[in-house]
């Protein structure tokens, strides 16, 4: 409790001096196009265990726009504003049962659908949930397994224009992760949630899927995968029926390691150019996409100090918000967010 105490006591404070953390790596000359010259990652609240899942609710009736991201271990979603800082928003947030049931029991991935609820990849309930965000109603179950078989623990979540829900299932919210007697299903995989409830396995041959979005077309779904053994974006092309066809590589981050870097694909975003945003290696990692080879260049990065787990598009479109273990930063970018 004391932790906590001083947790939300102290974010507003953070706010207001608007410190900033990392700097912004250049590599290419289209990169200066992106990011303004004196732009620098800011911190906005720390304090965190594990930050995840960045996702902005756009202002509406008068209200004003807001943040929204998950404490995966705290089990909480917190809302971040520019006038009141951050405060919790939903806790429990991804585990409702009793006693202690993994080190990642929270919410992870989170988006707003096209109906404006906040859906959440949910770690200890192993579900895709939906909620309406004025609360009423409550939280229902999107999926919780296929097949039969319960998920392992969903991990992130994107909507498609043709109104499914594509989600990517490693084990990373279960006890024992993929050692763990709970498992039901042997595949890692990405899943698709169609407009009737059906849940089909869209992808079923990597080994740690995590985050996931679609080009601006919405005919491209990207999937990081944040394995050791294979650090990659993958691109698969989206069928007429909803499926997808076989992957192709964007990017390797393998060869990032050697210059010191640490991390792996983890949350990523795409803005109105098809440029890709990903955590990954020593924070943000910026990709030019070919669109005829789907191959990824690296435009440059935007280095946060902290393994990085999440981005996403926020205020205008152009703002990025970081989550970055246990810190929530911005940049302001000369970039837009696709569907903004």
């Keep these: 409790m004391k932790t906590l105490l001083f947790l939300f006591l102290s974010l507003p404070l953070l706010a207001q001096t608007k410190t ?25 609240a720390t304090g965190f265990e594990w930050a995840e899942g960045p996702v902005w609710v756009k202002a509406k009736g008068g209200e004003p726009g807001y943040l929204l ?33 993994s080190d990642e029991p929270g919410s992870n991935g989170l988006t707003i659908d096209a109906q404006g609820r906040l859906i959440s990849c949910e770690h200890g309930d192993r579900r895709v949930s939906a909620m309406p965000l004025n609360g009423v109603g409550g939280k229902i179950t999107l999926a919780d397994r296929y097949q039969g078989k319960r998920f392992n623990s969903p991990n992130d979540v994107v909507q498609h224009a043709n109104g499914s829900y594509y989600f990517t299932d490693p084990p990373y919210g279960l006890a024992k992760k993929e050692a763990d007697p709970g498992r039901e299903t042997p595949l890692f995989g990405v899943y698709r949630l169609d407009p009737t409830g059906a849940v089909s396995l869209v992808v079923r041959d990597l080994t740690r899927p995590n985050g996931i979005a679609f080009s601006p077309d919405q005919k491209t779904m990207y999937v990081g995968q944040s394995d050791e053994h ?26 990032l390691w050697k210059l010191g870097l640490k991390g792996a694909p983890d949350g990523l975003k795409v803005d109105q150019q098809g440029n890709i945003w ?13 669109p005829k080879t789907s191959a990824g260049t690296l ?32 940049i302001k970018t000369t970039a837009k967010g696709a569907g903004w």
């Design 20 to 44: 900033n953390k990392g700097q912004v790596v250049r590599l290419d000359p289209r990169f200066d196009k992106l990011i303004p010259k004196d732009a620098a990652p800011e911190v906005l």
């Design 69 to 101: 991201f998950s404490d995966v271990p705290k089990n909480t979603v917190f809302r971040w504003t520019e006038a009141d800082g951050c405060k919790p928003f939903l806790m429990p947030s991804g585990y409702t049962g009793r006693g202690t049931y």
């Design 230 to 255: 294979r650090p990659v974006i993958m691109a698969y092309p989206v069928l007429k029926d909803g499926s997808v066809g076989a992957g192709r590589l964007v990017y390797d981050v393998s060869p």
């Design 278 to 290: 990903s955590s990954g290696p020593g924070g943000v990692i910026v990709l030019a996409v070919d």
């Design 299 to 330: 435009l440059g990065r935007i280095e946060t100090g902290e393994a990085t787990a999440n981005c996403g598009w926020g205020d205008d479109g152009s703002m990025l918000y970081i989550t970055a273990d246990a810190y929530l930063l911005r």
